[in-house]
Every structure is written in structure tokens, then in C-alpha cells.
């Protein structure tokens, strides 16, 4: 796939490093933020450095939050927390996404240089889906279910992804540029997330897919454990997903997915 600054095959596992610019971020939290609630970019910086030393392909940076309940900011908000860090990622060799869906925040960040757009809805809105057609910049779409334990969630997911390739493709997007994420936890059933990452090569269909799994609380279900335990599930469900599929694992353990997926392709 060919983007801004770079060509990236998938032949290999590819892993993007998550990096959540949100005080309430259920993992994340204050980890790059100040007493007084600013912003410490020198925090982010190193962040950024520490997961191209681990071996990341992408870093994926958001500034809202898109968890359950999650409390709305204005794009400019998410822009003041985003400003310093989108101006730097040109000085970096590595491929950077930016998980938004706000327009104002996309526009901004492509100007900057951005090379994957992240949008959880799947740019609804008539002004995120015009800019990204009229840029024909590389996009990630989600899917999101409505917690219905009855619906065939494969082919739910499989009609969503024609729909939204069909959408872009009229469009004027070159459909090649997206990158399909079948929603992990996103209005999705405990069952229905578990079935999913058991079987995801029901959705493959030559897609370049990526997965979310990190700290997803329906993990817990699958290996039986506690909450305190859920880098190691996030790491077993990742290998899972690659197996059934994947190309992209979004994570938050860099260090520990990329050597876990030497060790195990290694051999």
C-alpha cells in the first residue's frame, strides 16, 4: 500500500503503536499529561521514539476519546493536544495515523503530513468523506454493531465493507487505500467479539485487515482471568487474529508484540 511517505507491504505482520493524547484514556490516563493538566510533549516525543526502537510499523495518535460514555471536546481542544506532535511527524521515518472523526482535525492533519486516517465511524459525515476522497489519502474504517446476539455478525461485517469500498470507490478514492478494522468491542456482544476473533478469516476475503484487541475487556472471557492480566490476553489475542487473517495489530505493548511475532515467525 502505497502512503504519503512511504510504501508498506503486508506480507509480514505489520503492529501500530497506540499513543492516546486523553486524559481519561482507559489505559493510557495521565501518562502524558502535567499536574496541572497540560499536555508534556516531551513525554509524547519519547513515546514516539521508544515504540520506532521496539520495532513499530505505524503510530496511531488520538486526542478524543472514543470509549464507551467517552465526553465530547471541540476539534479545536483536540487540536491544542494534538498542535506540537502533529508538527513533528514529518521528522520521523515511521508511518503515522491519526485517530479522529472530526473534519476540522483531519484537514489539519493532512496538511501536516499525516499518512493514515483512523476514523472509528467511518467518516459519516459529508465533510470528512469529501476531504478524504478529494485527498486520496490511505483511510481505516470500523465497523459498529448494535449488540443484536441474533445477527450473523460475519456477514454484517462483510456487507458494511462492500458497502463502504462501494461508497468510497463512487467517491473517487482508490479503494486499494483502505484498510478494513471489523471492530472489536464496538457494539459487538462478548459472544459475538469472541466468535469474531475465533473465526476472522470469514471476513479476510484478500482485505487488508486490522485488528484492535489491546485491553479489550471481552478478553477476559476468553481466557479466563482477571483484568490485572490483560497485556498477556492482549498479546495471546493478537496472535490469534494474525492467524485467522490479520495484517495490523493496533496495540499497546510494542516491545512485547513485536518480539513475541519474531519468535513465533522466526522459527
Same mark, same amino acid.
Given at each position: 500500500?502505497?502512503?504519503?511517505? !512511504?510504501?508498506? /507491504?503486508?506480507?509480514?505482520?505489520?503492529? *501500530?503503536?497506540? @499513543? &492516546?493524547?486523553?486524559?481519561?484514556?482507559?489505559?493510557?490516563?495521565?501518562?502524558?499529561?502535567?499536574?496541572? &493538566?497540560?499536555?508534556?510533549?516531551?513525554?509524547?516525543?519519547?513515546?514516539?521514539?521508544? *515504540? @520506532?526502537?521496539?520495532?513499530?510499523?505505524?503510530?496511531? @495518535?488520538?486526542?478524543?476519546? +472514543?470509549?464507551?460514555?467517552?465526553? +465530547?471536546? +471541540?476539534?479545536?481542544?483536540?487540536?491544542?493536544?494534538?498542535?506540537?506532535?502533529?508538527? !513533528?511527524?514529518?521528522?520521523?521515518?515511521?508511518?503515522?495515523?491519526?485517530? +479522529?472523526?472530526?473534519?476540522?482535525?483531519?484537514?489539519?492533519?493532512?496538511?501536516?503530513?499525516?499518512d493514515l486516517v483512523n476514523n472509528v465511524f467511518s467518516?459519516? /459525515?459529508?465533510? %470528512?468523506?469529501?476531504?478524504?476522497?478529494?485527498?486520496?489519502?490511505?483511510?481505516?474504517?470500523?465497523?459498529?454493531?448494535?449488540?443484536?446476539?441474533?445477527?450473523?455478525?460475519?456477514?454484517?461485517?462483510?456487507?458494511?465493507?462492500?458497502?463502504?469500498?462501494?461508497?468510497?470507490?463512487?467517491?473517487?478514492?482508490?479503494?486499494?487505500?483502505?484498510?478494513?478494522?471489523?471492530?472489536?468491542?464496538?457494539? !459487538?456482544? &462478548?459472544?459475538?467479539?469472541?466468535?469474531?476473533? %475465533?473465526?476472522?478469516?470469514?471476513?479476510? =476475503?484478500?482485505?487488508?485487515?486490522?485488528?484492535?484487541?489491546?485491553?479489550?475487556?471481552?478478553?477476559?472471557?476468553?481466557? =479466563?482471568?482477571?483484568?490485572?492480566?490483560?497485556? /498477556?490476553?492482549?498479546?495471546?489475542?493478537? @496472535?490469534?487474529?494474525?492467524?485467522?487473517?490479520?495484517?495490523?495489530?493496533?496495540?499497546?505493548?510494542?516491545?512485547?508484540?513485536?518480539?513475541?511475532?519474531?519468535?513465533?515467525?522466526?522459527?
Amino acid at each position: 500500500m502505497l502512503f504519503p511517505k !512511504k510504501e508498506l /507491504d503486508f506480507s509480514s505482520p505489520r503492529i *501500530m503503536g497506540i @499513543i &492516546n493524547l486523553t486524559p481519561d484514556s482507559f489505559f493510557d490516563g495521565n501518562k502524558f499529561f502535567n499536574a496541572n &493538566n497540560s499536555l508534556d510533549e516531551l513525554k509524547v516525543f519519547n513515546e514516539i521514539e521508544s *515504540m @520506532i526502537e521496539d520495532g513499530a510499523h505505524f503510530i496511531d @495518535i488520538g486526542a478524543h476519546s +472514543t470509549k464507551p460514555g467517552f465526553k +465530547t471536546i +471541540t476539534p479545536q481542544e483536540e487540536l491544542d493536544r494534538l498542535g506540537k506532535v502533529l508538527d !513533528k511527524i514529518k521528522d520521523y521515518p515511521i508511518l503515522f495515523s491519526i485517530d +479522529t472523526f472530526n473534519h476540522q482535525v483531519i484537514r489539519e492533519a493532512i496538511s501536516k503530513g499525516i499518512d493514515l486516517v483512523n476514523n472509528v465511524f467511518s467518516f459519516e /459525515d459529508k465533510e %470528512s468523506f469529501d476531504l478524504i476522497c478529494s485527498q486520496n489519502i490511505p483511510i481505516c474504517i470500523c465497523h459498529q454493531g448494535n449488540r443484536d446476539n441474533k445477527a450473523n455478525i460475519f456477514e454484517q461485517i462483510k456487507i458494511f465493507f462492500k458497502e463502504k469500498k462501494a461508497e468510497f470507490e463512487a467517491g473517487g478514492l482508490c479503494t486499494e487505500k483502505i484498510i478494513y478494522d471489523p471492530g472489536f468491542g464496538y457494539g !459487538k456482544s &462478548n459472544f459475538q467479539n469472541l466468535d469474531l476473533l %475465533s473465526n476472522l478469516n470469514k471476513i479476510s =476475503e484478500n482485505r487488508i485487515l486490522l485488528a484492535g484487541l489491546s485491553q479489550k475487556k471481552f478478553l477476559q472471557l476468553l481466557f =479466563e482471568s482477571s483484568e490485572n492480566h490483560l497485556n /498477556d490476553q492482549s498479546l495471546s489475542a493478537g @496472535i490469534i487474529a494474525i492467524l485467522g487473517g490479520a495484517n495490523i495489530l493496533r496495540v499497546h505493548q510494542v516491545k512485547e508484540t513485536v518480539n513475541l511475532l519474531k519468535n513465533l515467525w522466526s522459527k
